[in-house]
């Protein structure tokens, strides 16, 4: 079975400071990972994928397969990153079919 | 941003009243997913469908049921709704699974008392 942890529900970070949002995943095949951000009361969005490895909004994700995490991180925390975040996890469930299967999220505020 | 439409986008209904929740889509996408949201359990998977009345479970099946006539429209009912049930409901859809992400609708709340 597949499985995402994020461990901190809650992050609170100053503006300019850095931001590490943690992702650690279990799954046994190849796994595609992923970030979402939810900006209040909006529906989410991608932020970044780990087969991409691409920079949005300042923000980075390495994929570590022998710690098997995902971490996300932006180096100076701007106001308007205050959001809720989630992991995901792409893999293939006992249909055959791959699903995403979701952390719990981490909600970052960044105060001025 | 996608072309994911939900409806409603709010509902207030009483225990034991059957609900549907509509998706529709403009994408022409063959994966469509629905999902709630609730604080402390991050988004779950209800059920999904690969193809026009092709559905399976996900994690959180029990008490929903989903249907889907055609590609652009994947609907949700609770046949008998219970407050268990008062979530944020998202639709999702996607071209393939695997490697390609997901985009996702509005939501929507449904409360039930």
């Known amino acids: 079975a597949q499985r995402v942890t994020q461990p901190e529900k809650l992050l609170s970070v100053f503006k300019g400071a850095p931001v590490e949002l943690k992702c650690n995943y279990s799954?046994?095949?190849?796994?595609?990972l992923f970030w979402y951000v939810q900006y209040s009361r909006q529906r989410l969005q991608l932020l970044l994928r780990?087969?991409s490895r691409e920079s949005i909004k300042g923000f980075t994700a390495d994929l570590n397969k022998g710690e098997t995490s995902f971490h996300l991180k932006k180096p100076f925390a701007q106001e308007e990153d205050s959001a809720m975040y989630y992991c995901?996890?792409?893999?293939?469930?006992?249909?055959?079919?791959?699903?995403?299967?979701f952390g719990k999220g981490t909600m970052l505020l960044v105060s001025p | 941003d996608a072309g994911i439409t939900q409806s409603p986008r709010h509902k207030v209904t009483e225990t034991g009243t059957p609900v549907t929740l509509r998706c529709h889509q403009t994408?022409?996408?063959?994966?469509m997913y629905w999902y709630r949201q609730d604080p402390g359990h991050g988004l779950r998977l209800i059920h999904y469908?690969?193809?026009?009345?092709?559905?399976d479970k996900g994690e959180v099946s029990d008490g929903y049921s989903v249907s889907r006539s055609k590609t652009e429209d994947f609907l949700l009912t609770l046949e008998s709704a219970t407050s268990s049930q008062t979530s944020v409901y998202f639709c999702?859809?996607?071209?393939?699974?695997?490697?390609?992400?997901?985009?996702f609708g509005d939501g929507t709340r449904l409360s039930i008392l």
């Open positions: 780990h087969i």
């Open positions: 995901a996890l792409s893999g293939l469930g006992d249909s055959g079919y791959s699903t995403l299967t």
């Open positions: 799954y046994s095949g190849s796994p595609e």
């Open positions: 999702a859809i996607g071209p393939s699974p695997g490697n390609q992400p997901q985009h």
């Open positions: 469908s690969y193809g026009v009345k092709d559905t």
């Open positions: 994408e022409n996408h063959r994966y």
